[in-house]
């Protein structure tokens, strides 16, 4: 801990990180709806995530959590993994992936409404200027897509990923409250077993008798996203929710929907617009408005 408090460079490094691995992750979750039902796909994934964290917990020698923890760790998976995704696998039947990555990050909204809400956080004025920003470049990708062609479906893929971006700023937040003092290694893995129980429930129900197609490049999309993008990425998510404030974590996620684009341009040949162009831009220039701070201004510990 003491090595990035004295090196906050290293936590920028982290969040770079999260956020091409994520960003990737919505091109695999393109992808695998070929091999298998949504719901089946991310039972597989967060399964195999949450089978890697354990078994790291037992080569660092972890201990398992207090009884008291077990409750905030059923909550935070409810909310983390399985409504989370859950909503979004749902959605993406009625709404391109692209639109649906970039209606989930609006989750720094959310996140820091509830911040200063339950919290107390102080938002600098920066920070609402850089959210406001960000979603407005959120807003630019998304362009007249938004308000032209639009039906029911659609619309209710849309409310759906938006309540699941709700959830993970909730998932956020709850975090700090309850559970912030036990190690991440471990929050990681039993949020995500409890969320990958509730997920697999559904895909039982909704996805049973199903085909699923067990190929070469359907395992490589499982463990990429289920290792990389859920055990790895959701673990040094919550220690850069231990490490700086909620607002400045949060409005970074908003480049996730940027790299899936851009990697979704590359991979997938899908368009790269001039609202993708510009509004990437404004969410950049979102995130380093953000983190601008009055001269003098005491800056929070992330000791």
Avoid at 10 to 39: D, E, N, R
Avoid at 89 to 111: R, T
Avoid at 169 to 193: D, F, I
Wanted: charged share 10%; net charge positive; hydrophobic share 55%.
């Amino acid at each position: 801990m003491k090595f990035f408090t004295r090196s906050k460079s290293v936590v920028w490094v982290l969040i770079f990180v999260i956020t091409v691995i994520w960003g990737y992750s919505w091109v695999m979750m393109k992808v695998s709806l070929a091999y298998m039902g949504p719901f089946t796909f991310s039972a597989f994934r967060f399964g195999t995530g949450a089978i890697t964290l354990f078994i790291s917990i037992l080569l660092f020698k972890m201990k398992r959590p207090p009884k008291k923890y077990i409750k905030p760790l059923i909550v935070l998976g409810i909310l983390q993994t399985s409504i989370v995704f859950l909503l979004v696998m749902y959605g993406m039947q009625f709404i391109g992936a692209g639109k649906a990555s970039i209606l989930l990050y609006s989750m720094p909204i959310w996140s820091t409404l509830l911040a200063v809400r339950f919290l107390r956080e102080h938002v600098t004025p920066w920070q609402v200027a850089g959210n406001i920003l960000g979603l407005v470049g959120l807003l630019a990708i998304l362009g007249a897509d938004l308000w032209a062609g639009q039906n029911l479906r659609s619309i209710f893929g849309e409310l759906l990923i938006v309540l699941a971006a709700v959830s993970w700023g909730a998932s956020n937040v709850y975090y700090r409250v309850k559970l912030e003092e036990l190690p991440r290694l471990v929050v990681t893995a039993y949020q995500m077993l409890f969320g990958t129980i509730g997920i697999t429930l559904v895909a039982f129900i909704m996805e049973w008798g199903e085909p699923v197609k067990f190929t070469g490049t359907s395992l490589f999309l499982i463990l990429f996203t289920g290792i990389l993008a859920s055990a790895l990425c959701f673990s040094l998510w919550f220690l850069i929710l231990s490490l700086i404030d909620m607002v400045t974590a949060t409005i970074s996620t908003m480049l996730v929907p940027v790299f899936g684009l851009f990697l979704g341009w590359l991979y997938l040949d899908e368009k790269l617009t001039l609202g993708t162009i510009t509004g990437s831009i404004l969410i950049i220039a979102g995130i380093v408005i953000a983190q601008m701070m009055k001269k003098g201004e005491k800056k929070r510990s992330i000791a």
